[in-house]
């Protein structure tokens, strides 16, 4: 079933006389459950359409629906659909704990038990070490953890996180992850923008790709692989390269193969007939290297341009 859906979406921006197209003719559907990621270059409009979708920004033009409400006429139920962590450790605050911030939030949702709900994000997010100290003694992952905890506080079907993990560091990083998955497993509708390219790979059911206010592919990210006709290369490392060259020319859908210092690369054609052709000839296997087509590859193709500069 469909929880959010995006129809012919534009959001131009007027600053001092010239116009930005930051959105042009987004057409989204995101299905319940999903872990949907938003993939796109510095400027691409990804916070631009996250804006719109939790009805912060008003859409120059098309329809944006969520949970079945619309985002233009029924804005408040739109809202109490949706838990967002968009300014990250600016979302809460510093001067109170991570516990105060929790029962304040809590309060101004009115959430029903809210002390009952705050035990139950404690304990989920494994927030026990430093909750009852002020968050401006905490690192910044812990802040982000507390954050991501206020999203969830009214349980809400859908969480939007825009780049959460940008400030952290590997492990940080790698826990708000695990945490992030394990509220999409329960249920919760989890969509993601980030231009972390691994990220995607690790989390992601589908992957838009945005660039320009377009949307450029939307599919999995082994669809996306796909797409690019980027194709699997084989690296093997073997006693007599040139006789397993040969053999390799001859089968079928390889599309390259070449020869680098002891070892033949190729590219194309399936696992099974590649491994059949190196052992019947004979020829000592020493190593193989699979690599699967790059994410990254794809992305430049689309778009013309690199995610991490
Ligand atoms: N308030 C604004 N006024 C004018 N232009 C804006 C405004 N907000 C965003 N823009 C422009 O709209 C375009 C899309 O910006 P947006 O912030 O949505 O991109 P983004 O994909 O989130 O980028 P980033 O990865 O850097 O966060 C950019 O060209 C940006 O300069
Ligand atoms: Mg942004």
Redesign the pocket.
């Known amino acids: 079933m469909a929880i959010v859906e995006i129809r012919d979406l534009y959001?131009e921006?007027?600053?001092r006389g010239?116009v930005?197209?930051?959105?042009n003719g987004i057409d989204l559907t995101i299905e319940e459950g999903e872990f949907f990621g938003?993939l796109?270059?510095?400027?691409?409009?990804?916070?631009?359409?996250?804006?719109c979708i939790t009805t912060l920004l008003i859409p120059t033009k098309g329809e944006i629906s969520v949970c079945g409400y619309d985002a233009l006429r029924e804005p408040s139920k739109v809202r109490a659909s949706i838990g967002c962590m968009l300014t990250g450790e600016r979302s809460i605050y510093w001067k109170l704990t991570g516990r105060e911030n929790l029962d304040y939030f809590g309060a101004l949702y009115h959430i029903k038990k809210r002390r009952d709900r705050i035990e139950e994000l404690i304990s989920m997010l494994s927030l026990e070490d430093f909750i009852d100290r002020r968050v401006e003694t905490y690192s910044s992952g812990q802040r982000m953890k507390v954050a991501f905890a206020k999203t969830l506080i009214a349980d809400p079907p859908v969480i939007i996180l825009?780049?959460p993990t940008i400030t952290l560091d590997v492990l940080a990083s790698r826990e708000l992850r695990q945490a992030i998955k394990e509220i999409n497993r329960n249920g919760t509708t989890v969509i993601y923008?980030t231009?972390l390219m691994f990220e995607v790979e690790e989390l992601c059911d589908r992957v838009a790709i945005?660039d320009e206010?377009v949307i450029k592919a939307l599919d999995t990210v082994e669809g996306l692989k796909r797409i690019s006709g980027d194709e699997r290369r084989i690296k093997l490392s073997l006693s007599d390269p040139s006789t397993v060259a040969e053999a390799l020319r001859g089968v079928e859908s390889v599309k390259e193969v070449s020869e680098e210092n002891g070892s033949v690369v190729v590219v194309g054609g399936a696992l099974d007939s590649i491994l059949k052709a190196v052992l019947s000839s004979g020829v000592e296997l020493k190593d193989i290297d699979v690599s699967s087509p790059d994410l990254e590859n794809v992305f430049l193709k689309l778009t013309g341009k690199r995610l991490e500069e």
């Open positions: 959001k921006y007027r600053a010239k930005v197209k930051a959105l938003l796109g270059p510095n400027g691409a409009g990804k916070t631009t359409l996250i804006q825009d780049e923008t231009h945005i206010g």
